[in-house]
């Protein structure tokens, strides 16, 4: 073994005598991520605003992944399966470790009169949770105390064959939902090759539900908590729809189980109904990745 005193007198490094080599390679090798990151700057707008958000980029970066938190009911690991409509939200394609997300992430903190760090934390995610919710008719009904009634019956309107999903079965939707979806399907068919080589995705597994058998099924499962199921549903009206958008393995198309939501949420069928849903008139609920209502156009 090496010894060598530092400047100064302060400590007695003892080194492996290849550690210099190794020293001067790593040098190298932050010296070369550095100009790659200045490099990047200049050409990335995700990564335009370096000086100023450094920081919250390096801490978004590693929170997506290890953040203990509990945004629902049970406790979560990182926000990863968030990430998809975060960035739809903020209008960014940026990485959550970018500066460039970290700066968008600030202008809506700022927008909704919070502090504008950057940095993505609970209360924020609380901010975004309201504005998704408050798109959805339905839970403003509910709000004000309203459970809305099914639709008439002869606006109901038989799913085809290849439109239910195996897992489950769903007869009926209401007519101009029924047409929306199938125009949403056919564009995302058409637009992304791993939905079109796979049917099953964006089949639906249910649609309007008889609130009788809802009531029934709530009182035999005891889990009509308003997280996982509502005793007052939103597939009562006809506009909510569970669509097929993959599983884990050994979870059903359902599960809320954390791990099967983060798997739903980097699947190609997932990441397109984020970008286009809305353009035939569906938004989603963030808690379940298969779970969108239409609103309208």
Not at 14 to 43: E, N, W
Not at 154 to 173: F, K, S, V
Not at 209 to 229: M, Y
Not at 255 to 280: C, D, I, K, M
């Amino acid at each position: 073994m090496l010894g060598k005193r530092l400047a100064g007198g302060r400590a007695l490094i003892k080194c492996h005598p290849m550690s210099l080599s190794r020293l001067i390679l790593a040098l190298l090798i932050a010296f070369g991520v550095a100009t790659t990151v200045r490099a990047q700057a200049a050409d990335d707008p995700c990564w335009t605003e370096l000086e100023a958000f450094s920081d919250a980029a390096v801490a978004n970066g590693q929170s997506v992944l290890n953040l203990e938190w509990t945004p629902f009911a049970a406790p979560e690991t990182g926000w990863e399966t968030y990430q998809p409509l975060i960035q739809q939200e903020l209008a960014t394609a940026c990485s959550p470790g970018s500066p460039g997300f970290a700066s968008a992430l600030a202008a809506f903190q700022t927008r909704y009169g919070l502090a504008p760090t950057g940095l993505f934390d609970a209360a924020t995610f609380q901010v975004f949770k309201g504005v998704w919710q408050e798109r959805r008719p339905f839970v403003m009904a509910r709000v004000r105390g309203e459970c809305p009634e099914p639709p008439p019956i002869n606006t109901w309107a038989y799913l085809l064959p290849g439109e239910e999903h195996a897992d489950r079965i769903t007869r009926m939707l209401r007519r101009d939902v029924l047409e929306a979806y199938r125009r949403m399907a056919a564009a995302a068919r058409a637009e992304v090759p791993e939905i079109a080589a796979d049917p099953e995705l964006l089949q639906i597994f249910s649609g309007l539900r008889d609130p009788a058998a809802d009531a029934a099924r709530c009182a035999a499962e005891g889990n009509c908590d308003g997280l996982r199921r509502a005793v007052c549903s939103p597939h009562r009206t006809g506009t909510a729809i569970d669509l097929y958008v993959g599983h884990a393995h050994g979870y059903g198309v359902d599960s809320t189980e954390p791990y099967n939501r983060l798997h739903q949420s980097r699947g190609a069928a997932y990441r397109w109904l984020v970008a286009n849903a809305r353009r035939f008139g569906f938004v989603p609920y963030v808690y379940e990745p298969w779970h969108w209502e239409w609103v309208g156009p």
